[in-house]
């Protein structure tokens, strides 16, 4: 029954953390913005997006312990 929930659990984290990590903005534009002025490249993240990586690291947290406490097998 708790592997179950906790199965569940690490799926759900899962989808959220790849809905988190597809929510960010580009930081850059890639290996064609080398060349362009980097002004945009180290401007401050603005209060939302601050939070969008707190809440990412913590669902990225989330994710991992379960990952190993599900592949330890230390519940069964």
């Known amino acids: 029954m708790l592997i ?5 659990a690490w ?5 959220t ?5 597809l929510l960010h903005s580009p930081k850059g ?4 913005g ?3 002025s980097g002004s945009s490249m180290f ?3 603005s ?3 601050a939070t969008l990586n707190r809440a990412t690291w913590m669902i990225l947290a989330i994710f991992l312990s379960l ?4 592949s330890a097998g230390w519940l069964s």
Do not use: H, N, R, Y
């Not at 179950?4 to 569940?8: A, D, M, N």
């Not at 953390?17 to 990590?21: C, F």
């Open 34 to 36: 080398l060349a362009a």
């Open 4 to 8: 179950s929930v906790l199965t569940w």
């Open 47 to 49: 209060s939302a997006e």
């Open 29 to 32: 534009d890639g290996m064609g």
């Open 67 to 70: 990952a190993i406490i599900l």
């Open 17 to 21: 953390l790849i809905l988190l990590v």
């Open 11 to 15: 799926v759900i984290s899962g989808l």
């Open 43 to 45: 401007s401050s993240a």
